[in-house]
């Protein structure tokens, strides 16, 4: 059941609500969704994502008796559908776990450049078209998680079915949706194929309010639910793939696709914060970022932060210009990275690093959390990278390729990052699970690029310091700075308390200009979706700043 409301039990939202409703307005209702009560109905689980056709994908597979993997391909395969600007089925995708158990692990679902790297290669070559794709991993993720975790009791198929009814049904745009199609629909008409998928017959943009259908999608949908998730990488699709990258330029061939390899099952990257166990994504990812940053918040005095206001604004800008600062020092091996990690993510850096700063004084993807009725949290960050990926659609099977390419550098063949094959871009994905007294508490991740670290970190410490309600949590405006003088301050009011803070850090005062926001709540500082366990039972909160809503799923009776 999907809610709209925290205290309305029993409501629907229709997709046609997410038009009737100023951008504000959706954003306020989104933001707020059911406490669970057992009283009257057996509760099935919670689903928090981006879209309202997602959310309800979700909810059907927990009432069908699917554990909240199984719920998590569902919903995956649906954001792809009903959000295309964030991810699809060639992106990647990371799913964090805790079983009810207290075992948690990551499905490291990252991407892989191509074996085969073409010399004299320029930076327009990783950011558009099919040479700035990444080999895809989300269909290896999903089969994967589905064979060795799922619940048991549905199918395959089963999974796919809601995805493949929207795509061949349609949705409803959106406000954020709209936007973002109104915003890239110029870098779309570039290739005539994603101009045909993007545009309306009369060349426009589609806008919100409107329908939006996908038959080639549909169709590629159903021959992975029939032919399994390996047809991408070994049949039918690998074929069409190839043939595709040898007649336009790029650079996966059907070796990459056949041998990719089963993505590794790693235990979470840990923390703590507050007396809380934060479990977190490790390398590639930014998970190492989010805890250096509630490391660093440590060492503030809890009054500090424990109201939103602008004392505590400056305390994360000084937290987060911090560890977006120490990301500059890349982790030298993803694949042996413990010790790397170790020290970077110990308390006493976190004294060291603040000590040496008082001394010195466009991106996008997709977040979803789900629960199930027995405890199991599940965290799972996808993405394209940029909106749209690379901007390409393959011409039959309908999908947008991702541009993950773009996270290599090209210049300095020395530098970090730099262009080589097989290699495991750098990225941003911070999915994050919170414990307490052995339970998992806060289930939580975003989208945004580097803006990912940013907001979940300062949405875990509001949960833990100012108000445990992920309403509040999520809805809290919210900042942003990366290691250097531009400060990013969400909402319309500052403060002179602030306006001073900034200055005598040497901050400017910027605001986002990515046009895809009309309001005060802005994509740019993330996308979370979160659940959380409060006194009241399970609770859950849809960014404001996009689609989404949360779903409560119920057992059906036998």
Do not use: C
């Not at 650079?251 to 840990?270: N, S, V």
Request: charged fraction near 20%; glycine fraction near 10%; hydrophobic fraction near 40%.
């Amino acid at each position: 059941m999907l809610k709209s409301s925290a205290r309305s039990r029993d409501s629907f939202t229709a997709p046609v609500f997410w038009v009737l409703k100023t951008v504000l307005m959706m954003a306020v209702l989104a933001a707020v969704a059911g406490h669970v009560h057992g009283a009257e109905k057996q509760f099935a689980g919670i689903v928090s994502s981006a879209t309202p056709e997602a959310t309800a994908a979700g909810v059907e597979i927990l009432e069908n008796g699917g554990n909240a993997i199984d719920a998590a391909i569902a919903v995956s395969l649906a954001l792809g559908v009903s959000e295309p600007a964030g991810s699809g089925i060639a992106g990647q995708t990371a799913m964090l776990v805790r079983k009810p158990d207290g075992e948690s692990f990551v499905i490291n679902g990252t991407t892989w450049s191509p074996r085969e790297i073409p010399q004299g290669v320029v930076r327009e070559q990783l950011i558009y078209g099919r040479s700035s794709a990444a080999v895809p991993s989300t269909l290896r993720v999903l089969d994967l998680a589905w064979k060795r975790f799922g619940g048991g009791k549905l199918t395959w198929p089963d999974l796919l079915a809601p995805a493949i009814r929207v795509a061949e049904q349609g949705f409803v745009i959106g406000p954020f949706r709209g936007l973002a199609f109104r915003r890239y629909h110029g870098d779309l008409l570039k290739q005539p194929a994603a101009a045909g998928i993007f545009s309306q017959p009369d060349g426009m943009p589609y806008q919100a309010g409107e329908v939006f259908r996908q038959p080639l999608v549909a169709q590629t949908l159903r021959r992975l639910s029939s032919a399994g998730a390996m047809d991408f990488y070994q049949g039918e699709i690998a074929g069409e793939i190839v043939e595709d990258m040898q007649t336009n330029a790029g650079w996966i061939t059907a070796r990459d696709l056949a041998e990719f390899p089963e993505p590794a099952i790693l235990p979470a990257l840990a923390g703590s914060y507050r007396g809380n166990e934060i479990l977190t994504l490790p390398p590639p990812f930014g998970g190492w970022v989010v805890l250096q940053i509630l490391n660093l918040l440590e060492q503030s005095d809890p009054s500090a932060l424990n109201s939103d206001d602008a004392e505590r604004r400056l305390h994360l800008l000084d937290a987060l210009r911090i560890g977006h600062g120490s990301r500059r020092q890349p982790v030298p091996d993803y694949l042996d990275y413990q010790s790397a990690i170790d020290s970077r993510i110990s308390k006493e850096e976190a004294r060291r690093l603040l000590a040496a700063y008082h001394d010195e004084t466009g991106g996008e993807t997709t977040h979803f959390s789900v629960v199930d009725g027995d405890g199991m949290a599940v965290a799972v960050t996808q993405s394209i990278d940029s909106y749209f990926g690379s901007k390409v659609v393959h011409p039959k099977l309908g999908f947008l390729y991702n541009n993950y390419m773009q996270g290599f550098q090209v210049k300095d063949p020395a530098a970090p990052y730099a262009l080589e094959p097989l290699q495991m871009p750098k990225s941003s994905m911070s999915a994050t699970i919170v414990v307490r007294d052995g339970a998992s508490r806060l289930v939580l991740g975003s989208p945004g690029s580097a803006r990912i670290i940013s907001s979940v970190a300062q949405v875990t410490s509001y949960w833990i310091d100012v108000d445990e309600n992920v309403e509040s949590a999520v809805a809290a405006y919210r900042v942003h700075v990366v290691p250097d003088e531009k400060a990013y301050i969400e909402g319309p009011e500052l403060s002179t308390q602030l306006l001073s803070g900034l200055a005598s850090r040497g901050f400017n005062l910027l605001r986002p200009a990515y046009g895809v926001s009309n309001s005060q709540f802005d994509p740019y500082f993330g996308g979370v979706h979160a659940l959380a366990l409060e006194k009241d039972g399970w609770a859950g909160a849809a960014d404001p700043r996009r689609d989404g809503t949360v779903g409560v799923a119920y057992r059906k009776p036998d």
